[in-house]
């Protein structure tokens, strides 16, 4: 028996082998490669989604080309009109034929009209989840459901509830006045804006009742009423006296309530408050009765007079103006100018020495000329009187 000394290999992926590492390397990737598919997947993907259709039927987990599904209106829509197409079919290129939206929204009915109100379409139409506002006139309460939905009713659409009504407002009889009555008075139910009007009764003294605040009140609904209800007493104000004044309007013997007095104070008197008073609910005069008040006299302008025996009133003096003309001697000038002349101005002084100064020369001139012309005249005659003698 031989023995071969021939040296044998280990296997690749054996853990003596010198390839083991590598031999894991090449598994792994090929676990991880090996599920990919080689070329695209040969199928449409999930059929599209629309706003007014839905898929009829159970959609399928996979769609060969050539494959056809349908849609349906979803609910609270209804088929256009005229009908669009609603099938789809998956194409060779693996996508689906385009669709347009076959199917539009229903409509609730027409609601009914609103009496003593409005109905007021929010969105302009009465398609599925479209609303209505309801509005009352004035005067008039909402009773029911304001605001109205279009919404499914079953396989239909309507609406989420009853139109509401419109009620007028009303108003329990106003209350009742001591001396006085309203001019309504075996009513019992006042509907809104009616008027009621109060006066007063005859009364049984000397003096009337007046009727004190508003004499008309208004239903404003829901039991109020425009204001309080008026009084009715007897309201009388005193004589108004006004020292040193007289009444100049509203004369009287008697003033009962709103009665009006003007004043006036006699001459050298001023007034002192307020000319116009009227009598008040509270029988007092609303303003208070002015005064007159005695003018003060102005403030004198005689010097004061010495009280000792024989003596003068002091006079105020001022120094005699000097007149300063060349040529003449210095005059006093008695007469004083007003104090109160206004000084003149830089212009009209200006303008005065011009024209003083023009004059100034224009007489020189002229006495220059007199001057000139008389001279030569007495030569002229001296000059003949010499001839006159030569010839004797």
Known sequence: MTASCARRWAPLCRPESHFSSWCSVGILLGALVLPLPVSPSDACGDPLRYESMKLKGVAQPRYSPGATIEYECRLGYKLKR???????RCQADNTWTPLQEACTRKLCQHPKDLVDGAVQYVNGTLEFGSQVHYVCNEGYNLIGTKILYCELDGENVNWSDNPPLCQVMLCRPPPKIQNGKHSKSDQEEFRYSEVVIY????????DEYSLV?????????????????PECKVVKCEYPVLENGRIVSGFGSKFYYKAMVVFECVPGFYLSGNNTIVCGANSTWEPVIPKCIKESPPPSTTPPVSSTSGSKPAVTTKPPRVSSSPGHPGTTDESQPPEDVAPLGGGIIALIVIVTLVGAGIVAAGLFEFLHTRKKRKAEVSATYSTYQRRD
């Open 82 to 88: 005229p009908p669009l197409p609603t099938s789809a």
């Open 199 to 206: 006066s007063c009764d005859p009364s049984n003294g000397p």
């Open 213 to 229: 605040g508003e004499s008309k009140l208004v239903c404003s609904g829901n039991d109020v009423w425009s204001s309080k209800p």
